[in-house]
């Protein structure tokens, strides 16, 4: 059963730092692009950033770049996120997700249950 | 900056049909942007509905299909049940390794 886990989150001052970690079991992540998507409080969906599976490329949201740094341990079978200068609209719940690239399409099929991050005085 | 655009919010009877969309704020939604469809409840990780314009993911009932109907992407639910109110979310490749996702229509079956 494919299975991510996030972990790491909690509370932070603005200006600081978290990392969150995702474990990954049931399946190989050096086979998949890996994502982070988060959901403030009462807000929608927003992709935050993209990894490949060699971890050579990387891609971020425009709000978060310079900020956080998304990176993989494929030998741990794991996915992260460094997030520094945190701001108070850095706060959300952030999955963990996995992008599946099936018949020449990507889209993302298993997520994890999350993990809230709230930045705050 | 591109906008995923998605109708805030919509309402159902039950047994209905509802067509939710999914557009860009300049542009066409065509299969180049790899559209997929994702349904949350409150306090729980979204689940794929929808990818590569109608395939339904592994245990989607097929009451819910997908499709590119004029400049956009769309999710239609077809005998809408009780269960089926949630917040649904599209989500578009606008390149250079961006993906964006919609502000979410929130689905009321009543």
């Known amino acids: 059963e494919v299975q991510l886990v996030e972990s790491g989150g909690g509370l932070a001052q603005p200006g600081g730092s978290l990392r969150l970690s995702c474990a990954a079991s049931?399946?190989?992540?050096?086979?998949?692009?890996m994502s982070w998507v988060r959901q403030a409080p009462g807000k929608g969906l927003e992709w935050v950033a993209n990894i490949k599976q060699d971890g050579s490329e990387a891609y971020y949201v425009d709000s978060v770049k310079g900020r956080f740094t998304i990176s993989r341990d494929n030998a741990k079978n794991s996915l992260y996120v460094q997030m520094n200068s945190l701001r108070a609209e850095d706060t959300a719940v952030y999955y963990c997700?996995?992008?599946?690239?099936?018949?020449?399409?990507?889209?993302?099929?298993?997520w994890g249950q999350g993990t809230l991050v709230t930045v705050s005085s | 900056q591109t906008v995923v655009t998605q109708e805030p919010s919509f309402s159902v009877s039950p047994g209905g049909t509802v067509t939710l969309t999914c557009g860009l704020s300049?542009?066409?939604?065509?299969?180049?942007?790899?559209p997929s469809w994702y349904q949350q409840t409150p306090g729980q990780a979204p689940r794929t509905l929808i990818y590569r314009v109608n395939t339904r993911s592994s245990g989607v009932p097929d009451r819910f299909s997908g499709s590119i109907l004029g400049n956009k992407a769309a999710l239609t639910i077809t005998g809408a049940q009780a269960e089926d109110e949630s917040d649904y979310y599209c989500v578009l490749y606008v390149g250079s390794g961006i993906w964006v996702f919609g502000g979410g229509t929130k689905l009321t079956v009543l």
């Open positions: 049931g399946f190989t992540i050096s086979s998949y692009w």
């Open positions: 300049s542009g066409s939604v065509s299969t180049n942007y790899y």
């Open positions: 997700a996995r992008w599946e690239f099936t018949s020449g399409w990507y889209y993302l099929d298993s």
